[in-house]
């Protein structure tokens, strides 16, 4: 079964600065897709990123962007410029393709940003 | 355009009644999803559906726990003689045919006193 792993329970991070959030997953397929999902005090769940496995290139929005090390199964989130509407929940999931649906989540990160 | 609409956003329900959570999904959006989370943990997923058919079911629970998409009108995620450790966040989440991305509704959290 896929497991996705996220090791670090909270982070900190000072407003304009930049923060990075791990995420390891364990999968045998070689196509895949990975997301990154942010939940407020809204409990909104809101999608940030998204990656394809056959892509190289990592993918970018705005403040957030990725770094996916495939042969590694590694999917970091880097926020650059951090804003106090950044402090959330960060999940990461993971989706097999191949006509499975289901997302499966990390457990979290909660990040706090600091004025 | 209208996102994820889920109701009741809060629910409570005493040990053995039945809870019924509805969601509707985004316009145009064939694919409907349900997950779980318990409090400290990520989402857990449930269950599967586009219209009228349940297409992966392997989240879900044996017993109490069901669920449909009819013809018309919401999806409806049924919890019949609720125990207290049904007491959670109950996510919805729709997608368009052919993708991946799953874009979620706002939650129902379900109290069990």
């Known amino acids: 079964a896929q497991t996705v792993t996220q090791s670090q329970p909270e982070m900190s991070v000072q407003e304009a600065e930049t923060v990075t959030l791990s995420c390891t997953y364990d999968?045998?397929?070689?196509?895949?897709?990975l997301f990154w999902y942010k939940q407020p005090p809204s409990r909104q769940m809101i999608l940030v990123i998204r990656?394809?496995?056959?892509?190289?290139q990592n993918a970018t929005e705005n403040r957030f962007s990725v770094n996916f090390q495939k042969a590694a199964k590694s999917f970091s989130l880097k926020i650059s410029d951090s804003q106090l509407g950044d402090a959330a929940m960060y999940f990461c999931a993971y989706n097999s393709g191949a006509g499975s649906y289901q997302l499966t989540f990390g457990k979290g990160t909660k990040l706090s940003v600091i004025p | 355009n209208a996102g994820v609409m889920q109701n009741p956003r809060h629910l409570v329900r005493r040990r053995g009644q039945e809870a019924r959570l509805r969601c509707s999904p985004m316009?145009?959006?064939?694919?409907v999803y349900w997950y779980r989370q318990l409090p400290e943990e990520g989402l857990k997923f449930m269950v599967y559906l586009q219209k009228e058919n349940i297409i992966d079911e392997s989240g879900m629970p044996k017993e109490r726990f069901s669920a449909e998409f009819p013809k018309e009108g919401p999806s409806i995620l049924r919890i019949q003689q609720v125990v207290r450790g049904d007491s959670a966040a109950y996510f919805c989440?729709?997608?368009?045919?052919?993708?991946?991305?799953?874009?979620f509704g706002p939650g129902t959290r379900l109290t069990v006193t």
């Open positions: 990656q394809e496995a056959y892509k190289q």
């Open positions: 999968t045998s397929e070689s196509d895949y897709y």
């Open positions: 316009k145009g959006h064939s694919h």
């Open positions: 989440a729709s997608s368009p045919q052919f993708t991946y991305e799953q874009y």
